[in-house]
């Protein structure tokens, strides 16, 4: 066990928590992304995801989520300050321009670590 004050003097010099982007095309499913992972982290449903979004993963571990709108500017501040970058991909559509833009945004500016998420993987009809 450790007192109040230590845990507080750990905390504060522990800096802030790691940034996690959600990038990707209007439609993909970076809303139900972050809300998901809000859920399973907290067990509470979020009704909107509007700004930066800090959660506690462990007792010691937070996580700030943030949904990087469809926006040249947004996206060259989000490729500059992430942490690490959840890449949303439409799997029906594939990479889309703002997918490339937003890579050739990352090489210029120090390139996170980058996580592709492909979605709507339940809309796959079988070809028989």
Known sequence: YAALSDRRAARAEEGPPPLVAVVGPPGVGKSTLIRSLVKFYTNCNLSETTGPITVCTSKTRRVTFLECPNDTAAMLDVAKIADLVLLCVDAKFGFEMETFEFLN?????????????????DQFQTAK
């Not at 945004?105 to 993987?121: A, D, I, N």
Request: proline share 6%; net charge positive; charged share 5%.
């Open 105 to 121: 945004m990352m090489q210029t500016h120090g390139f996170p670590k980058v996580m592709g998420v492909f979605t709507h993987l």
